[in-house]
């Protein structure tokens, strides 16, 4: 079975500052996509980011970007110049033939 | 706005009882997946539909069932409910091509089920 792991329950970063979230997997299937959702608290699930499997190319949107590391099933989010509204739950979610799972969630708080 | 409408946004309701949530997704979304996230928990995926087929089964209750109509609104009934079940329960929907799970979810806003 398909495992999402997020090993940082809590960030914190400064104002304009880059911090990164990190997101492993488990899986054997070849053909995947990985996402990042972001959840603040309103709870409305809002897609930051997805990366599909075979591309080797790392996503970008904006001040978003991963790092996509598919031999070390590792598939991180990076935020820079953080402002007060990236202040949110983040999780990191794997797609693949059969279901959806998400990780267990990453609590981002933004020092002004 | 994503898109996908679920109704009620708000549930209060006693234990044994039975609720259904409604959800429409979008525009030419033929796939409709159901979510549960209990308080400061990750999402857990229950059930997903294809064009009004059952098409993949995660954590779901045997308590719990889902249907897609025509339409393609689908919606999630939840029987003999018990404390546990109090959760959001969010809607989301994708095009998806053949019913793989693997393209982007739009969520809706969710339903508030509260078990007293």
């Known amino acids: 079975a398909q495992t999402v792991t997020q090993s940082q329950p809590e960030m914190s970063v400064q104002e304009a500052e880059t911090v990164t979230l990190s997101c492993t997997y488990d899986?054997?299937?070849?053909?995947?996509?990985l996402f990042w959702y972001k959840q603040p608290p309103s709870r409305q699930m809002i897609l930051v980011i997805r990366?599909?499997?075979?591309?080797?190319q790392n996503a970008t949107e904006n001040r978003f970007s991963v790092n996509f590391q598919k031999a070390a099933k590792s598939f991180s989010l990076k935020i820079s110049d953080s402002q007060l509204g990236d202040a949110a739950m983040y999780f990191c979610?794997?797609?693949?033939?059969?279901?959806?799972?998400f990780g267990a969630g990453t609590r981002l708080t933004v020092k002004p | 706005d994503s898109g996908v409408t679920q109704t009620p946004k708000h549930l209060i309701t006693a234990t044994g009882q039975r609720v259904t949530l409604r959800c429409s997704p979008r525009s030419g979304d033929l796939s409709v997946y159901w979510y549960q996230q209990s308080l400061d928990q990750g999402l857990q995926f229950l059930i997903q539909?294809?064009?009004?087929?059952?098409?993949a089964k995660g954590n779901i209750l045997e308590r719990f069932s889902a249907q897609q109509f025509p339409d393609l609104h689908s919606e999630l009934n939840l029987s003999s409910l018990e404390l546990g079940d109090s959760a959001l329960y969010f809607c989301?929907?994708?095009?998806?091509?053949?019913?793989?799970?693997?393209?982007?979810?739009?969520f809706g806003a969710g339903t508030r089920l509260s078990v007293l």
């Open positions: 899986t054997s299937e070849s053909d995947y996509y």
């Open positions: 539909y294809y064009n009004g087929e059952e098409r």
């Open positions: 979610a794997y797609s693949g033939n059969n279901d959806m799972r």
């Open positions: 990366q599909e499997a075979y591309k080797q």
């Open positions: 989301a929907s994708s095009v998806d091509v053949q019913g793989a799970v693997k393209n982007i979810q739009y």
